[in-house]
Each structure stands twice: as C-alpha cells, then as structure tokens.
C-alpha cells in the first residue's frame, strides 16, 4: 500500500511539477489542445501509460480541453505514484504539443 505523502506537498509540487495545483487533496492541471482530436489522442496516449503503472487518473473532457486530477485512492491522497504519472503526462503532452 502507497503512503500519503504529507509534509510540505505544496512545495513539493511547486519543485517537482510547476505547472500543477494542489486541489481537493489532488494534483491537478487543465491542458488545452488545438481540438478534439489532439486532446482525444493526449488521453490515449496518458489512458495506455496508466494502465502499464495500474494508476488510473480520474478526469474529464470537453473539446479541446483535458483536465486531469491524481491521487492515490487507497492511501487518501497524494502519493509517488501521482508524481510520478504526473511527470509521464507531462512528457506526454510535451511530444504532442511541443509545449
């Protein structure tokens, strides 16, 4: 079982992962694309890399919008595994946008 990572999360975010928020005891980012397609194929792409680290997103879609929240259910909130499938949507959405 993962443990909840506590102290300091805020800052650790801000190190590690700049461009996400602390939300609802979540990571949390928006991603925009140029449309449908590119967003539908940025959560493909994040949908085969979760299932080989068996750590699902919990997100939602809308056009060219993605928006994306990761925490560890059985730990009650946020853990490596977040920051780590955080880090491979990240270079995910770089490939794809080259943002």
């Not at 879609?61 to 560890?72: A, D, E």
């Not at 955080?86 to 995910?92: D, F, M, Q, R, S």
Request: aromatic share 12%; proline share 2%.
């Amino acid at each position: 079982m993962e443990t909840q990572i506590k102290s300091n999360i805020t800052q650790q975010v801000k190190e590690k992962l700049p461009t996400w928020q602390v939300k609802n005891d979540s990571l949390y980012k928006e991603f925009t694309f140029k449309n449908f397609v590119e967003a539908f194929s940025f959560m493909t792409a994040v949908a085969l890399e979760a299932e080989k680290m068996d750590h699902h997103p919990d997100w939602s879609n809308g056009y060219n919008k993605v928006t994306i929240s990761l925490s560890t259910h059985s730990a009650g909130g946020i853990t490596d595994k977040d920051f780590n499938l955080a880090g491979k949507i990240e270079k995910i959405y770089e490939k794809l946008t080259g943002q």
